[in-house]
């Protein structure tokens, strides 16, 4: 969109760093409550990478509220083959090693009305940004922001013109941050990250090769590549005639796991195109290199989401591998559950204080699906089926369970540090420890209670086995007299 006066003058509801696939649905939601925001992006035509993008069932939940699942549906026909598997195999021409999800739809129909898909962020960015247009927002293109500054009525960024260099302020009274993995806003609010870190340096190599012999006709929506060569990931466009490669490892990690995780040592065309034979198993492939793109398989998760106006969400917040679509989908329920936060707060129907559990409820599942993405990854290049991870009603049943363990974990290690204690020490701290617990539970159940009454959505599958596991660290006390803190 062009930048005008009329929209670069006017003061915002909410700003948004970033008009990626994070920063529109931020705007498409915001927009579907009568929220107006502006949404800062720094490429001037949007992503053209057909990046790796697997849709769960509760994103085409949101999709579907926001009015726009039938395009998306649509798109994603043009692109991919429906109701395809994850394998993992050694080749594409050779044989397969597991089933990771044998029909990507396999009784889901008993969960959602909604079902799972594939649709790259070009295909999906587009249809993103005409509904936020349609509803309201704008999407101020080829700017960045380089400063951003706040007080106690609202937040003030500095952008600049990609091109030109010219620099503008613009105001509104709330900033979402949702620049990426890269952030910006972060970077300047100087909050850290916790996790794993960088554990391979990766890379995705973007070719065109007639696969049709291996894969036209094929229900096969991913395969992973586990041979001596390499670790990774194919993806294909539905003609079969071009994709990309995931490179996530190379050799083998036993012998030097160094060496394995540094998949962009070599980047030589030869190298790329040995890579892309390696992994459909035909040494005498056709292959010709499109581009190239270098990235840190990364399992991150920010200290916190919140800075007085300021939140982040998706990349900015958490970064996790690309294995089983958690970043995205991740991404995408930040920008739905902090956008009707943000328009009950500016249209004065709820409490600022209001705001202050987007980092409560986010930043939990934000840990959760950053490890179990890892754990996807580990689980792929070792060529073991997951067990439950991504089978239909498993996907719901893990994400209650680690939701719940996220949630009680901090408690329930210091649960175990004390239950170590002596008995001297243990009983006015075990105590003290449980009436505090107590309160904590009270308060999170009132607040619940309130959110669910004005909350829009269902209400969260993880929030009763939450308050299972707080119940299972109380005191316990009988005839034997009283135990202290119980472990778990």
Same mark, same amino acid.
């Given at each position: 969109m062009t930048a005008d006066s009329a929209i670069l003058s006017q003061e915002y509801p909410v700003l948004i760093a970033g008009g990626g696939l994070i920063g529109l649905s931020t705007a498409?939601?915001?927009?579907?409550?009568?929220?107006? @925001?502006?949404?800062? =992006?720094?490429?001037?035509? /949007? @992503?053209?990478?057909?990046?790796a993008a697997f849709f769960h069932m509760r994103t *085409? =939940?949101?999709?579907?509220?926001?009015?726009?699942?039938? &395009?998306v549906r649509e798109q994603s026909a043009k692109e991919f083959e429906a109701e395809g598997a994850l394998v993992i195999m050694d080749t594409l021409s050779g044989k397969k090693l597991a089933d990771i999800i044998p029909s990507l739809n396999e009784g889901v129909d008993a969960l959602s009305p909604c079902r799972r898909l594939f649709c790259t962020q070009p295909g999906l960015e587009p249809i993103l940004k005409a509904r936020a247009l349609e509803a309201g927002a704008h999407v101020l293109d080829g700017h960045e922001v380089t400063a951003v500054t706040q007080d106690d009525s609202g937040v003030a960024i500095a952008v600049k013109d990609v091109t030109s260099g010219q620099q503008r302020t613009l105001r509104g009274k709330?900033? $979402?941050?949702?620049? /990426?993995a890269h952030s910006k806003v972060r970077e300047l609010l100087n909050i850290p990250f916790d996790g794993r870190g $960088?554990?391979?340096? @990766?890379i995705t190599i973007y070719f065109t090769a007639d696969l049709a012999p291996q894969l036209l006709g094929k229900p096969l929506s991913v395969i992973y590549i586990n041979n001596k060569v390499l670790g990774g990931f194919f993806r294909? #466009? &539905?003609?079969?005639?071009?994709g990309f490669l995931v490179v996530n490892t190379v050799g083998d990690p036993k012998v030097d796991p160094k060496a394995a995780a540094d998949a962009a040592a070599d980047t030589s065309e030869a190298r790329l195109v040995e890579f892309v034979r390696a992994g459909v198993g035909d040494p005498n492939l056709t292959v010709k290199i499109?581009?190239?793109?270098?990235?840190?398989? !990364?399992?991150? $998760? #920010?200290?916190?989401?919140?800075?007085?106006?300021?939140?982040?969400? /998706?990349?900015?917040a958490h970064l996790m591998p690309p294995n089983g679509g958690f970043g995205g989908n991740t991404g995408i329920h930040d920008a739905h559950n902090l956008a009707w936060k943000l328009a009950l707060v500016l249209k004065g129907v709820a409490s600022p204080k209001l705001l202050s559990t987007y980092e409560m409820e986010r930043l939990p599942p934000g840990e959760v699906h950053r490890r179990t993405g890892l754990y996807a990854l580990c689980d792929a290049h070792r060529a *073991?089926?997951?067990r439950q991870g991504f089978s239909a009603a498993g996907e719901r049943l893990q994400h209650r369970a680690r939701l719940s363990l996220s949630l009680a974990g901090d408690r329930s290690r210091r649960r175990r540090q004390d239950s170590r204690r002596s008995a001297r020490d243990i009983r006015p701290h075990g105590f003290a420890r449980a009436a505090s617990l107590a309160r904590t539970r009270?308060?999170?159940? #009132?607040?619940?209670?309130?959110? !669910?009454?004005?909350?829009?959505?269902? $209400?969260?599958p993880g929030l009763r086995a939450a308050r299972g596991a707080g119940r299972r660290g109380m005191v316990r006390s009988g005839r034997k007299g009283r135990q202290g803190v119980s472990g778990s």
């Amino acid at each position: 969109m062009t930048a005008d006066s009329a929209i670069l003058s006017q003061e915002y509801p909410v700003l948004i760093a970033g008009g990626g696939l994070i920063g529109l649905s931020t705007a498409m939601f915001l927009a579907q409550h009568g929220i107006a @925001s502006l949404a800062v =992006e720094r490429l001037a035509a /949007g @992503s053209q990478l057909p990046r790796a993008a697997f849709f769960h069932m509760r994103t *085409l =939940e949101m999709f579907r509220a926001a009015g726009i699942e039938d &395009k998306v549906r649509e798109q994603s026909a043009k692109e991919f083959e429906a109701e395809g598997a994850l394998v993992i195999m050694d080749t594409l021409s050779g044989k397969k090693l597991a089933d990771i999800i044998p029909s990507l739809n396999e009784g889901v129909d008993a969960l959602s009305p909604c079902r799972r898909l594939f649709c790259t962020q070009p295909g999906l960015e587009p249809i993103l940004k005409a509904r936020a247009l349609e509803a309201g927002a704008h999407v101020l293109d080829g700017h960045e922001v380089t400063a951003v500054t706040q007080d106690d009525s609202g937040v003030a960024i500095a952008v600049k013109d990609v091109t030109s260099g010219q620099q503008r302020t613009l105001r509104g009274k709330y900033l $979402v941050g949702a620049d /990426g993995a890269h952030s910006k806003v972060r970077e300047l609010l100087n909050i850290p990250f916790d996790g794993r870190g $960088v554990f391979s340096n @990766s890379i995705t190599i973007y070719f065109t090769a007639d696969l049709a012999p291996q894969l036209l006709g094929k229900p096969l929506s991913v395969i992973y590549i586990n041979n001596k060569v390499l670790g990774g990931f194919f993806r294909m #466009a &539905k003609d079969c005639q071009s994709g990309f490669l995931v490179v996530n490892t190379v050799g083998d990690p036993k012998v030097d796991p160094k060496a394995a995780a540094d998949a962009a040592a070599d980047t030589s065309e030869a190298r790329l195109v040995e890579f892309v034979r390696a992994g459909v198993g035909d040494p005498n492939l056709t292959v010709k290199i499109d581009g190239l793109a270098r990235w840190r398989a !990364t399992s991150d $998760v #920010a200290r916190k989401f919140q800075d007085g106006r300021i939140f982040l969400a /998706g990349d900015a917040a958490h970064l996790m591998p690309p294995n089983g679509g958690f970043g995205g989908n991740t991404g995408i329920h930040d920008a739905h559950n902090l956008a009707w936060k943000l328009a009950l707060v500016l249209k004065g129907v709820a409490s600022p204080k209001l705001l202050s559990t987007y980092e409560m409820e986010r930043l939990p599942p934000g840990e959760v699906h950053r490890r179990t993405g890892l754990y996807a990854l580990c689980d792929a290049h070792r060529a *073991l089926p997951r067990r439950q991870g991504f089978s239909a009603a498993g996907e719901r049943l893990q994400h209650r369970a680690r939701l719940s363990l996220s949630l009680a974990g901090d408690r329930s290690r210091r649960r175990r540090q004390d239950s170590r204690r002596s008995a001297r020490d243990i009983r006015p701290h075990g105590f003290a420890r449980a009436a505090s617990l107590a309160r904590t539970r009270r308060r999170r159940v #009132a607040r619940s209670e309130r959110r !669910t009454a004005l909350d829009p959505r269902p $209400v969260r599958p993880g929030l009763r086995a939450a308050r299972g596991a707080g119940r299972r660290g109380m005191v316990r006390s009988g005839r034997k007299g009283r135990q202290g803190v119980s472990g778990s």
